[in-house]
């Protein structure tokens, strides 16, 4: 399983939308939410098949502005409460 952060703008869609389409999407496992324009995803899929999946569920107008990049290097820190849903133990 891997983790990866979607970080988007308001061109790709409201956050209700995104939730719904994350919700729909069988390559997404499960989901988390706690920042701004931002969800932490659990997916088997790589980052380029995910993204592309998305961006066909919300059928955006143009060329949306979003990111999705794995998560959970040796050199990824924060303080989030997802931490314990991303697999991590917080120190």
Do not use: H, N
């Not at 994350?22 to 997916?43: H, K, M, N």
């Amino acid at each position: 399983m891997k983790y990866y952060l979607l970080a988007y703008g308001r061109d790709l869609g409201t956050r209700d939308q995104v939730k719904s389409c994350l919700d729909s999407l069988p390559g997404v496992i499960s989901w988390r939410s706690e920042l701004p324009y931002t969800f932490f995803i659990q997916s088997e899929l790589d980052a380029i098949t995910l993204g592309k999946a998305i961006v066909e569920c919300l059928q955006p107008k143009g060329k949306p502005r979003m990111i999705i990049t794995e998560l959970l290097s040796k050199q990824s820190w924060g303080w989030l409460t997802s931490w314990e849903f991303l697999g991590r133990k917080t120190e």
